[in-house]
């Protein structure tokens, strides 16, 4: 597991008076808070200390995350409901239902952005603002620019709130000009260095 660096603390006056410990709760062992991330020396008390009793000693506290976390337990029982589900469609229809099913698992449980670059072109996978309606099933046109009578840019399949796409980044035309004037660029910095 990585090990991390610890979070600057918070100040004296912010909670009662003494430093906010940056260990997770619970924890054995004397609390533990640094000035900032690359600090050259953390704060030590133990509980039950007087408020100006406390020890200045060298380095930034770096502590380790439980592997176990609240988040990790949901995903785990998350994952073996899918497991077992997937399974259970393998053996009683086929391995295209089993497949079929954790693709789609898969793509539904989208949290954050996703994307391919091939240059031009881009394949992606993305989360539909909470703003906007939310089809259960849609499929669509991507477009260049921000009204809707640009060109199309590519396709778009929206389930639920994720959304798919390959599309272009821009119009041919002014792909092949984007890239004429990024070769440009680059002699020009070439020539200034040397």
């Given at each position: 597991m990585k090990r991390r660096r610890q979070c600057p603390a918070r100040p004296k006056w912010y909670i009662g008076d003494r430093w906010q410990c940056q260990r997770l709760a619970e924890h054995d062992g004397p609390h533990q808070a640094s000035y900032s991330k690359k600090s050259r020396a953390h704060l030590s008390w133990r509980d039950g200390d007087d408020r100006f009793d406390y020890e200045t000693l060298p380095g930034t506290v770096r502590y380790r995350l439980p592997f176990w976390t609240a988040d990790r337990i949901v995903r785990s029982i998350e994952w073996a409901a899918y497991a077992v589900i997937t399974f259970t469609l393998w053996r009683c229809w086929s391995l295209s239902a089993a497949a079929g099913f954790l693709v789609a698992e898969l793509l539904l449980s989208v949290r954050r952005s996703h994307f391919l670059d091939f240059g031009r072109f881009i394949l992606g996978?993305?989360?539909?603002?909470?703003t906007a309606p939310a089809p259960?099933?849609?499929?669509?046109?991507?477009l260049h620019g921000k009204d809707r009578a640009g060109p199309k840019a590519?396709?778009?399949?929206v389930i639920g709130r994720v959304a798919m796409g390959a599309f272009t980044l821009m119009p041919r035309k002014e792909w092949a000009e984007y890239k004429r004037n990024k070769a440009e660029r680059r002699a020009r910095e070439a020539g200034a260095t040397s």
């Open positions: 996978v993305w989360r539909v603002p909470p259960i099933l849609g499929i669509g046109w991507v590519g396709l778009d399949l």
